[in-house]
């Protein structure tokens, strides 16, 4: 990325649509959310620009800033009440039904339900392709937690849409064999 | 979740993004926003230590970081919002008895407690950078500005909150006046905000948006250096690590010798007397909302010459060594990791070392961070062998 242009033109977009991912099911209602991811990001674009002459790798920290500006986010909307019944309303209503898509989608919904921390990995995970690695650095957690979240995770997500248990895989072998 | 699933989870996610309303205000737009909310940095490097620069810096300084009013700091300040004393008391760090001879400190020979006066210091060794840069650092000099008005403003990477001097419920968060005509805003735990005080309509704001990643401390109405020596961050050497796994053993720390230390090692000279004392503050384990797993661990060694002799004074030490049922009456607490299992074990961390009260000893000021608290940690240090007295302000353990 050779210019601040270079990376708004390429992250602007990219960064809002994972910061509303990311901020999940703790807003009150979609514009909400959608408000929030652009403040967010607009925050983030702004501490990039202040510092664009130190950073080595503007990329990496504006995710990294947005990441944890959605996670300051998160938490302090928790905290406060809806103010109006339809705020209430929307609050309680999946992802799917926020964004109007055509048929509810548990497995997005329930994505939305996951805890701050399981939630972040799993976009990561699925929705940015990242490694375990990149994932820990980003969130400046060590690597070695990365799999046990993500499992802990999938674990909800299989729990959410009713799919049974995985077994381990000795077990798998020897139903195999059976 | 099969392969199936999990390509489904991720054809969900990408039409749930796409069905994102993007409307993205212009690069102008964004350092025209950057720049109406830059803090100025250059007074605060060039030498916003220096009492003449108070006045101009009142009139148009950006606030990041903690200010601290040094009328809070007196211990003889009755109207001081000093909540709590929190630390434990300090005694040199016990012998351990099980952790191998090969992990004790070293007693007497300490190469990084040279005389700043006799032989030159070695340079400061190089901390290894994490790839990726972080957002602020403790050596960040942006974060330490002057501000007229004795008040105390906290903030982290939660958010800001403020403390008026003159009641006692910590941790207020709302609207006071600075001497200079402006006042400081918040959103609740939201950022704080420069404001211009309208004697009509109250604050308007914003003028100045405060950042949140600025944890720090600024200094107002004194006419001393709250900075007279410099700290310096150093790369953790055996004894160091050896000094926090002593703690932890003695905290009954599950596993001492195997528990990954890292510590944060800082080199200052404290009394002045040109003798450099060295700071270690270690955090471990994991932590999330109100639990930690067993082992986690946040520990803070003073390692001082005494007499000739070097000796580690336990600053704080709190090691979570068992699976308590915090959570069994909190349903509602909605971040749980199942193997999240234990008790609180608040994360400390260094937010600066500067001379808060103008008696030429440092202090050493620490954020300690549970959940949705946070306490800021003032130590202070006598002439003594005895010590520190520690002044906590705050909400929080």
């Given at each position: 990325?050779?210019s601040?242009?270079?990376?708004?033109?390429?992250?602007?977009?990219?960064?809002?649509?994972?910061?509303?991912?990311?901020?999940?099911?703790?807003?009150?209602?979609?514009?909400?959310?959608?408000?929030?991811?652009?403040?967010?990001?607009?925050?983030?674009?702004?501490?990039?620009?202040?510092?664009?002459?130190?950073?080595?790798?503007?990329?990496a920290?504006?995710?990294?800033?947005?990441?944890?500006?959605?996670?300051?986010?998160?938490?302090?909307?928790?905290?406060?009440?809806?103010?109006?019944?339809?705020?209430?309303?929307?609050?309680?209503l999946?992802?799917?039904?926020?964004?109007?898509?055509?048929?509810?989608?548990?497995?997005?919904?329930?994505?939305?339900?996951?805890?701050?921390?399981?939630?972040?990995?799993?976009?990561?995970?699925?929705?940015?392709?990242?490694?375990?690695?990149?994932?820990?650095?980003?969130?400046?957690?060590?690597?070695?937690?990365?799999?046990?979240?993500?499992?802990?995770?999938?674990?909800?997500?299989?729990?959410?849409?009713?799919?049974?248990?995985?077994?381990?895989?000795?077990?798998?072998?020897?139903?195999?064999?059976? | 979740m099969?392969?199936?699933?999990?390509?489904?989870?991720?054809?969900?996610?990408?039409?749930?993004?796409?069905?994102?309303?993007?409307?993205a205000?212009?690069?102008?737009?964004?350092?025209?926003?950057?720049?109406?909310?830059?803090?100025?940095?250059?007074?605060?490097?060039?030498?916003?230590?220096?009492?003449?620069?108070?006045?101009?810096?009142?009139?148009?300084?950006?606030?990041?970081?903690?200010?601290?009013?040094?009328?809070?700091?007196?211990?003889?300040?009755?109207?001081?919002?000093?909540?709590?004393?929190?630390?434990?008391?300090?005694?040199?760090?016990?012998?351990?008895?099980?952790?191998?001879?090969?992990?004790?400190?070293?007693?007497?020979?300490?190469?990084?407690l040279?005389?700043?006066?006799?032989?030159?210091?070695?340079?400061?060794?190089?901390?290894?950078?994490?790839?990726?840069?972080?957002?602020?650092?403790?050596?960040?000099?942006?974060?330490?500005?002057?501000?007229?008005?004795?008040?105390i403003?906290?903030?982290?990477?939660?958010?800001?909150?403020?403390?008026?001097?003159?009641?006692?419920?910590?941790?207020?968060?709302?609207?006071?006046?600075?001497?200079?005509?402006?006042?400081?805003?918040?959103?609740?735990?939201?950022?704080?905000?420069?404001?211009?005080?309208?004697?009509?309509?109250?604050?308007?704001?914003?003028t100045?948006?405060?950042?949140?990643?600025?944890?720090?401390?600024?200094?107002?109405?004194?006419?001393?250096?709250?900075?007279?020596?410099?700290?310096?961050?150093?790369?953790?050497?055996?004894?160091?690590?050896?000094?926090?796994?002593?703690?932890?053993?003695?905290?009954?720390?599950?596993?001492?010798?195997g528990?990954?230390?890292?510590?944060?090692?800082?080199r200052?000279?404290?009394?002045?007397?040109?003798?450099?004392?060295?700071?270690?503050?270690?955090?471990?384990?994991?932590?999330?909302?109100?639990?930690?797993?067993?082992?986690?661990?946040?520990?803070?060694?003073?390692?001082?010459?005494?007499?000739?002799v070097?000796?580690?004074?336990?600053?704080?030490?709190?090691?979570?060594?068992?699976?308590?049922?915090?959570?069994?009456?909190?349903?509602?607490?909605?971040e749980?990791?199942?193997?999240?299992?234990?008790?609180?074990?608040?994360?400390?961390?260094?937010?600066?070392i500067?001379?808060?009260?103008?008696?030429?000893?440092?202090?050493?000021?620490?954020?300690?961070?549970?959940?949705?608290?946070?306490?800021?940690?003032?130590?202070?240090?006598?002439?003594?062998?005895?010590?520190p007295y520690?002044?906590?302000?705050?909400?929080?353990?």
């Open positions: 990325m050779h601040l242009h270079d990376l708004h033109q390429a992250r602007y977009d990219g960064e809002v649509r994972r910061a509303s991912l990311l901020l999940g099911s703790a807003t009150r209602s979609q514009s909400t959310a959608q408000e929030m991811a652009h403040d967010v990001v607009a925050d983030a674009f702004c501490e990039v620009i202040r510092r664009w002459d130190s950073i080595e790798n503007p990329e920290y504006l995710s990294r800033t947005v990441l944890h500006g959605c996670q300051r986010a998160a938490k302090r909307r928790r905290r406060e009440p809806a103010a109006t019944a339809a705020e209430l309303e929307q609050s309680r999946g992802l799917s039904a926020r964004l109007d898509l055509d048929q509810p989608d548990e497995l997005l919904d329930a994505v939305q339900q996951l805890p701050w921390k399981q939630r972040a990995v799993v976009v990561m995970k699925f929705y940015e392709d990242l490694t375990e690695r990149e994932i820990a650095e980003r969130m400046d957690i060590r690597p070695g937690s990365v799999g046990p979240t993500l499992n802990r995770a999938m674990k909800k997500l299989r729990a959410a849409v009713g799919e049974p248990e995985r077994l381990p895989a000795s077990d798998q072998k020897a139903e195999e064999q059976s | 099969t392969t199936e699933r999990e390509n489904e989870l991720r054809d969900s996610l990408q039409q749930a993004a796409r069905r994102v309303e993007v409307q205000p212009s690069l102008a737009e964004l350092q025209h926003r950057a720049a109406a909310t830059a803090v100025p940095s250059s007074p605060a490097r060039a030498g916003w230590m220096r009492p003449q620069m108070l006045a101009p810096l009142a009139l148009g300084v950006a606030l990041i970081g903690v200010v601290v009013g040094i009328a809070m700091l007196g211990p003889s300040d009755p109207d001081a919002s000093v909540v709590t004393v929190n630390e434990p008391e300090a005694t040199a760090t016990p012998q351990p008895t099980a952790v191998p001879q090969s992990a004790l400190p070293e007693p007497t020979a300490e190469p990084e040279s005389p700043t006066t006799g032989e030159p210091d070695p340079p400061p060794t190089a901390v290894p950078q994490s790839p990726v840069p972080e957002p602020a650092t403790a050596d960040d000099s942006e974060h330490h500005i002057f501000v007229h008005g004795a008040y403003v906290t903030g982290s990477d939660a958010g800001w909150r403020q403390q008026v001097p003159d009641r006692n419920d910590a941790a207020t968060a709302g609207v006071v006046s600075l001497d200079s005509g402006e006042s400081l805003s918040t959103d609740g735990w939201g950022e704080a905000e420069l404001c211009s005080l309208d004697p009509q309509v109250g604050p308007v704001k914003p100045v948006s405060l950042g949140t990643f600025h944890p720090g401390v600024a200094v107002s109405g004194v006419d001393f250096d709250p900075r007279p020596r410099p700290f310096v961050e150093v790369a953790p050497e055996p004894a160091h690590i050896d000094a926090v796994r002593s703690v932890l053993q003695e905290q009954d720390h599950p596993d001492p010798v528990a990954a230390i890292d510590p944060q090692v800082l200052f000279d404290l009394e002045g007397d040109g003798v450099d004392e060295v700071l270690i503050l270690a955090n471990g384990g994991e932590r999330q909302a109100y639990l930690s797993t067993i082992g986690t661990y946040s520990v803070g060694v003073l390692r001082r010459l005494i007499d000739g070097v000796q580690n004074k336990l600053l704080h030490a709190t090691v979570t060594t068992g699976n308590e049922p915090y959570l069994e009456d909190r349903p509602e607490v909605p749980i990791s199942e193997d999240l299992v234990s008790v609180v074990n608040p994360l400390r961390r260094l937010i600066d500067v001379d808060l009260n103008g008696d030429g000893h440092m202090e050493i000021v620490a954020e300690v961070v549970y959940f949705e608290s946070s306490v800021y940690s003032i130590l202070e240090f006598d002439t003594s062998t005895v010590g520690s002044w906590t302000l705050g909400c929080g353990p």
